[in-house]
């Protein structure tokens, strides 16, 4: 699957299996974030130009945000400072909103001062989720030294800022880089910078060492992929080892992916470049290919569709015991799901997104024989034994999260968005300007 595809489909995997209090939802209203529960009632006003999800029972609110300029010994950076604290379920302040970080731009960055003031974020966008309050810590930044560290949900300091670059914690673990100062390594170090990233616990003792160059967030039955680089003769070799929350290898090495990503289910979707294109297959937790047919330890794939391919050109994670695969379907690209021994009922879709709680949001595949022209198909919502227990209906869905899942339709003037519940009732909704 196209990476941040897969990004947004593990965020949501992360927001239903994690710490997320499942009876508020997130609404957005006129530009202005606010919540409501499982039947809709509206339980805090939409208010905030931008507040995350509740974690934990707490949620971050920015009430600010802006670009700076830092000059450096050797250029100047752009970086984004955010003005944020923390509100509970009862939106008291419970952190007030005076604290300040500066991060360093990521692509799509660019534009958040802009929407922030102009209330132009979407009612689905997240942003800045390593600002997270979870495992009774959030991120903070001193003042003086710019590094990072951990305060609690007090506001008192639990972690020494001495990183470079942190994440939110996540089943007791968060992704850190160490400082490290420029007399420690040579010239011809660099390998041992690349690799320094590490894994700490909720005291700040580090559980997983600094050698690595990239970790994933931690999963919750405390198991992650991480990556190292190294260099053999004129180039560099990156490899990816599945580690546990104190750093033991589960598996060896694997030289062969790009990226590895952890899933719900511990089949994890392994992605590799051929022709600079992007293919998949899944990977168990002993190390072997699902999609390795012959057992020939090789991974064939099919160009043209008319024979079996063992990799894939896009996928989902696996959830609830299934995952979706893009295959071709009567010459077509279409998606369908296949259970974890890859068997399939073959049932076409033109979208899908991942089960959640047994239900899996899919667009209706449209053939040529049905005046495909003159119609689009809508999405609906099936079980895993494939019934459409929602009629295909939306224009836009999301993944159930818990009792809830989110919808938009088009109109010629406006749109409607919001949640339904499982029965596919509309429990909130608000109607949006779709500028035609």
């Known amino acids: 699957m196209k ?6 489909c593990f965020a949501i995997f992360l927001l239903s299996s994690c710490n ?15 919540f409501v529960d499982s039947l809709g009632n509206v339980v805090i006003e939409p208010q905030y130009r931008y507040v995350g999800n509740f974690i934990d029972g707490y949620a971050c609110v920015v009430t600010d945000m802006r670009f700076i300029e830092r000059e450096s010994f050797i250029k100047r950076d752009t970086l984004l400072e955010v003005k944020y604290g923390y509100i509970n379920r009862f939106n008291e302040i419970v952190i007030d909103t005076t604290n300040i970080i500066k991060l360093r ?16 974020f979407g009612f689905r ?20 030294s710019s590094y990072y560290g951990y305060k609690d949900s007090e506001g008192n300091i639990a972690i020494q800022p001495k990183f470079r670059t942190a994440h939110a914690f996540q089943f007791g673990r968060a992704i ?47 198991e992650t992929w991480a990556s190292y680089i190294s260099k053999s003769d004129d180039s560099f070799i990156r ?37 600079d294109c992007k293919l998949y297959t899944f990977m168990d937790r002993n190390g072997n290919f699902l999609s390795d047919y012959n057992h020939d330890g090789e991974l064939n794939i099919s160009l043209d569709g008319k024979s079996q391919s ?26 369908y799901f296949a259970n974890k021994k890859l068997d399939s009922n073959f049932i076409p879709y033109d979208s899908v997104l991942c089960f959640s709680d047994k239900i899996a949001a899919v667009k209706e595949f449209i053939k040529d024989d049905t005046f495909s022209s003159m119609r689009t198909g809508k999405w609906g919502y099936i079980d895993i034994h494939a019934n459409l227990i929602i009629p295909y209906q939306f224009d836009e869905c999301g993944s159930f999260w818990g009792a809830l899942a989110y919808f938009r339709n088009t109109g010629s003037t406006y749109d409607m968005e919001g949640y339904i519940n499982k029965k596919g009732n509309i429990v909130w909704q608000t109607r949006v300007s779709n500028n035609k």
């Open 239 to 275: 490899e990816w080892v599945l580690i546990d929350s104190n750093g033991k290898n589960v598996l060896p090495p694997n030289s062969m992916m790009e990226f590895i990503y952890n899933s719900p289910d511990n089949i994890y979707v392994c992605q590799m470049d051929f022709l």
């Open 105 to 120: 731009l990521e692509p799509g960055m660019e534009t958040f001062p802009e929407k922030f003031k102009e209330k132009k």
């Open 20 to 34: 997320q209090d499942k009876h508020l939802w997130r609404i957005q209203q006129d530009g202005l974030y606010g």
């Open 176 to 222: 850190v880089v160490d400082t490290i100062k420029s007399d420690e390594y040579g010239e011809k170090d660099y390998i041992k910078i690349l690799n320094s990233t590490s894994a700490i616990d909720k005291d700040g003792n580090v559980k997983v060492k600094p050698e690595y160059a990239y970790i994933t967030p931690f999963g919750r039955n405390g």
């Open 125 to 144: 966008t997240q942003i800045l989720t390593d600002l997270n309050l979870s495992n009774d810590r959030f991120l903070f930044q001193d003042t003086v």
């Open 3 to 8: 990476k941040i595809f897969f990004f947004y």
């Open 310 to 335: 063992e990799i894939f050109r896009d996928v989902t994670f696996f959830s609830d015991g299934y995952a979706g695969i893009k295959g071709i379907y009567d010459g077509k690209p279409v998606w």
